[in-house]
């Protein structure tokens, strides 16, 4: 996942590299052999990938999303970076909004949050003016 400007602009040219390198990849007569259109196949796979991140990045951008849905807690540290993207905030504001470092908040990205406490996440949240609405489903019977 994009989570910046830099790495934007960085994605944006690996993908511009890897559609020469795949218009280019027939040239050399090759492209029949097994093994040359296994290559072909990755090279298009990982465009597609590269592509993916990058629209998904020009929508939180735009203001194309304004809803991010989260089905487990394991998804909140990528839709708490979605949702900063989105709401068109900066590692940089957002670590303003919060009394921090940017650094601080780029390692909080980084690690996916990894560190930060539930008490962290509710600020991020709130600085975000992020609204979490849902429930809670319990799988199996909670013992007695």
């Known amino acids: 996942m994009i989570q910046n400007e830099r790495e934007y602009r960085i994605t ?6 890897f559609a020469r390198a795949l218009e280019g990849f027939g040239a050399n007569g ?7 259109e296994l290559q072909r196949s990755a ?3 990982q465009l597609d990938e590269l592509r993916e991140q990058l629209a998904e990045y020009d929508a939180l951008k ?12 394991e998804e ?5 970076i979605r949702a900063r993207i989105a709401t068109g905030l900066s590692q940089k504001q957002l670590a303003e909004r919060l009394g921090l470092k940017e650094q601080q908040i780029q390692r909080y990205e980084s690690s996916a949050f990894a560190g930060a406490s539930l008490h962290r996440l509710q600020d991020i949240s709130g600085a975000l003016g992020l609204r979490i609405t849902g429930a809670i489903h ?7």
């Open 30 to 36: 090759a492209s029949d052999l097994p093994l040359a």
């Open 62 to 73: 735009s203001g194309g999303i304004r809803e991010i849905a989260v089905h487990s807690l």
């Open 12 to 17: 944006k040219s690996q993908a511009e590299k």
């Open 43 to 45: 090279l298009a796979s």
């Open 76 to 80: 909140l540290p990528l839709a708490l």
């Open 138 to 144: 319990l799988s199996a019977p909670v013992p007695r």
